[in-house]
């Protein structure tokens, strides 16, 4: 997942979407950004270092999971990508 300002690696698998170790988050977060967002970089701010993720967490939903990276409301069936250029919505 490219978003300004971030870097996302994830896996959709059958119990959610996992964001990957080493994904890159968005460092500045606008006001917009969704309150389960704000809540989800809270809950794991220990697993967060110089914005970058340390161990894989897995969301309910690519929504969700793209929320919490790119720090705003992002519909995660279409950002999340592969690397050549098919969305989840897509696959």
Avoid at 9 to 15: F, L
Avoid at 55 to 84: C, H, L, M, Y
Wanted: proline share 4%.
């Amino acid at each position: 997942m490219k978003h300004p300002d971030c870097d996302g690696r994830g896996r959709y698998t059958e119990d959610g979407f996992i964001v990957l170790n080493g994904s890159r988050l968005r460092s500045c977060v606008p006001e917009s950004c969704p309150d389960a967002a704000l809540r989800a970089r809270k809950l794991y701010e220990d697993k967060i270092k110089d914005g970058v993720l340390q161990e894989d967490i897995i969301f309910r939903t690519p929504s969700g999971a793209a929320s919490f990276v790119g720090g705003g409301s992002i519909n995660g069936w279409e950002k999340w990508q592969t690397d050549d250029g098919k969305s989840l919505k897509d696959i």
